[in-house]
């Protein structure tokens, strides 16, 4: 079975630090593009960052460039998420997703997600 | 950056209505866009993909349309795990975009 299982979050005062971790199961980790996707209290959804199959490629919202940083072990099938910087607005719920790049076709999509995890930034 | 408008917002229908939403892109995004549904705190569930492509296992009374810039998730006939907040979704640029949302309700 395709899995993700997204871990890591909690209680973090603004300025803090956190990292997250997403363990994939189920398929081939090394071959997929991999994204960071969040979800603030009551709001809709927002994209953060993208990852590419061998890590050499990455891609990120500008509300969070320069303080997040998206990463992969693919000997350890995981991808993390190290936030820094932390602000109230980074608060929610923190989901992984497999990201379809068939460029071949030209279809892009993201197929699989984790359950999330929570992270909260309060004082 | 590409908006994604999404209407209505707030959508109140009965079992076995047919309800159409639309998703518009401030710019051309050929056919790179995608539909979600989400259930309160579960994570979205991808239902299409390339505007109209039904992805496996997602019951055919889904279906999606459109290219460039003005898209459609219909659902032919409402059952009652249908009713949830969907959410269209543009991969054609960085940064990726996601529509604000339309929750669809029992009537």
């Known amino acids: 079975e395709v899995q993700l299982v997204e871990s890591g979050g909690g209680l973090v005062q603004p300025g803090g630090s956190l990292r997250l971790s997403c363990a994939a199961s189920?398929?081939?980790?090394?071959?997929?593009?991999m994204s960071w996707v969040r979800q603030a209290p009551g709001k809709g959804l927002e994209w953060v960052a993208n990852?590419?199959?061998?890590?050499?490629?990455?891609y990120y919202v500008d509300s969070v460039k320069g303080r997040f940083t998206i990463s992969r072990d693919n000997a350890e099938n995981s991808l993390y998420l190290q936030m820094s910087s932390l602000r109230d607005e980074d608060t929610g719920a923190y989901y992984c997703?497999?990201?379809?790049?068939?460029?071949?076709?030209?279809?892009?999509?993201?197929?699989?997600w984790g359950k999330g995890t929570t992270v909260t930034v309060s004082s | 950056d590409i908006q994604l408008t999404q209407s209505p917002s707030f959508l109140s229908a009965s079992v076995g209505d047919r309800v159409t939403i639309t998703c518009r892109a401030s710019?051309?995004?050929?056919?790179?866009l995608a539909w979600f549904q989400q259930k309160s705190g579960i994570a979205p569930k991808l239902l299409i993909y390339?505007?109209?492509i039904l992805q496996s296992g997602v019951p055919s009374r889904f279906s999606g349309s459109g290219s460039g810039t003005e898209f459609t998730l219909t659902i032919s006939s409402l059952q009652p795990e249908d009713f949830a907040t969907y959410y269209c979704?543009?991969?054609?640029?960085?940064?990726?975009?996601f529509g604000q949302g339309t929750r669809l309700e029992i009537k």
């Open positions: 997703a497999r990201y379809i790049r068939e460029t071949t076709r030209d279809y892009y999509y993201m197929d699989v």
């Open positions: 189920g398929f081939t980790f090394s071959n997929y593009w």
């Open positions: 990852i590419k199959f061998d890590g050499s490629e990455k």
């Open positions: 710019q051309g995004i050929s056919t790179h």
């Open positions: 390339a505007a109209s």
């Open positions: 979704q543009q991969l054609k640029s960085y940064p990726l975009t």
